[in-house]
C-alpha cells in the first residue's frame, strides 16, 4: 500500500512538472511573440483580427497582443520600374516610350496603401498611371515635338504622374524618358525631311559662293 501511495505521489509530482514546464513554455512563448522589429527603410502595418489600424510602426522594436495582433512590414525604400507605354501624338502618330520610374511608398499613409491596394500595386498602379500619363500628355504634342520639346514633355508626364500616384500614397522620386520609338512611316518621313532639307542649306550655300565668285570675277574686271 505505501508503495502504491508512493507511485502515485511520484506522478503527481511529475505531473505538476509538466503543468509548470508547460506553463513556462507557454508564458515565453506569448512574451517573445509580444515583440518584434521592423528594419531600416521597412514600416510595420498593425492588424488587428486582420483589421488595419490607424497605427503605423516605425522602425526598431515594437510591442503586440499575442492572438490579437499581427504585423505586417511593408518596404519604403527607393525602388525603380521601367514600363513601355504606347500613345498617339496630337498628329495622330504612333509613339512607343520606354518609360523609367523611381519611387517609394508614402511611410506615413501604408496602413491606408495596405488597405486599398495590397501586395500588387505594380501591376494595378504603377504601370497603369504611367500609361494613362503618357497618353494624356503626348497627345498634347505633335510626333516632331515630341522629338524637339522632349524635356518638355518629360516635365508634363512626371507631373501628371507625381498627382495620380499621390492619390494612392505613392511618392514619384525619379521620371526619366529612355527613349522614343515611332513608326517606320514616320521615321522615313523624317529622314526625308532632314535630308531635304539639307539639300536645301547645301543649294543656298552654292548659289551663295556663285554669287560672291561673280561679283569676284566682276570687281576684277573693272580693277583691270
Same mark, same amino acid.
Not at 515565453?28 to 527603410?41: D, E, N, P, V
Not at 492588424?47 to 495582433?69: S, T
Not at 529612355?178 to 514616320?186: G, K, M, P, V, Y
Given at each position: 500500500?505505501?508503495?502504491?501511495?508512493?507511485?502515485?505521489?511520484?506522478?503527481?509530482?511529475?505531473g505538476k512538472l509538466i503543468s509548470r514546464?508547460?506553463?513556462?513554455?507557454?508564458?515565453?512563448?506569448?512574451?517573445?511573440?509580444?515583440?518584434?522589429?521592423?528594419?531600416?527603410?521597412?514600416?510595420?502595418?498593425?492588424?488587428?483580427?486582420?483589421?488595419?489600424?490607424?497605427?503605423?510602426?516605425?522602425?526598431?522594436?515594437?510591442?503586440?497582443?499575442?492572438?490579437?495582433?499581427?504585423?505586417?512590414?511593408?518596404?519604403?525604400?527607393?525602388?525603380?520600374?521601367?514600363?513601355?507605354?504606347?500613345?498617339?501624338?496630337?498628329?495622330?502618330?504612333?509613339?512607343?516610350?520606354?518609360?523609367?520610374?523611381?519611387?517609394?511608398?508614402?511611410?506615413?499613409?501604408?496602413?491606408?496603401?495596405?488597405?486599398?491596394?495590397?501586395?500588387?500595386?505594380?501591376?494595378?498602379?504603377?504601370?497603369?498611371s504611367i500609361q494613362e500619363a503618357v497618353?494624356?500628355?503626348?497627345?498634347?504634342?505633335?510626333?516632331?515635338?515630341?522629338?524637339?520639346?522632349?524635356?518638355? %514633355?518629360?516635365?508634363?508626364?512626371?507631373?501628371?504622374?507625381?498627382? #495620380?500616384? *499621390? !492619390? $494612392?500614397?505613392?511618392?514619384?522620386? /525619379?521620371?526619366?524618358?529612355?527613349?522614343?520609338?515611332?513608326?517606320?512611316?514616320?521615321?522615313e518621313a523624317i529622314e526625308a525631311k %532632314?535630308?531635304?532639307?539639307?539639300?536645301?542649306?547645301?543649294?543656298? #550655300?552654292? *548659289? !551663295? $559662293?556663285?554669287?560672291?565668285?561673280? /561679283?569676284?570675277?566682276?570687281?576684277?574686271?573693272?580693277?583691270?
Amino acid at each position: 500500500m505505501d508503495e502504491m501511495h508512493t507511485r502515485v505521489g511520484e506522478i503527481r509530482n511529475i505531473g505538476k512538472l509538466i503543468s509548470r514546464v508547460a506553463i513556462v513554455l507557454v508564458a515565453l512563448i506569448i512574451i517573445f511573440s509580444s515583440f518584434g522589429t521592423i528594419g531600416a527603410g521597412e514600416r510595420g502595418i498593425l492588424l488587428q483580427f486582420g483589421a488595419v489600424q490607424d497605427k503605423v510602426l516605425g522602425e526598431g522594436l515594437y510591442f503586440k497582443i499575442p492572438f490579437i495582433h499581427s504585423v505586417i512590414k511593408i518596404d519604403v525604400k527607393i525602388q525603380k520600374d521601367e514600363v513601355v507605354a504606347s500613345a498617339a501624338s496630337k498628329d495622330l502618330q504612333i509613339v512607343t516610350s520606354k518609360i523609367a520610374l523611381n519611387y517609394h511608398l508614402d511611410p506615413d499613409a501604408v496602413n491606408k496603401f495596405w488597405q486599398e491596394v495590397g501586395k500588387t500595386y505594380n501591376i494595378r498602379i504603377i504601370a497603369p498611371s504611367i500609361q494613362e500619363a503618357v497618353k494624356a500628355e503626348s497627345a498634347k504634342f505633335t510626333a516632331e515635338e515630341l522629338i524637339i520639346r522632349r524635356e518638355e %514633355v518629360k516635365e508634363q508626364i512626371k507631373a501628371n504622374l507625381t498627382i #495620380r500616384l *499621390l !492619390e $494612392r500614397s505613392i511618392v514619384v522620386d /525619379e521620371f526619366n524618358i529612355i527613349e522614343f520609338e515611332f513608326s517606320r512611316a514616320f521615321n522615313e518621313a523624317i529622314e526625308a525631311k %532632314v535630308t531635304a532639307e539639307q539639300l536645301k542649306l547645301k543649294a543656298d #550655300r552654292d *548659289l !551663295e $559662293r556663285i554669287v560672291i565668285e561673280a /561679283e569676284q570675277k566682276i570687281a576684277d574686271a573693272r580693277g583691270k
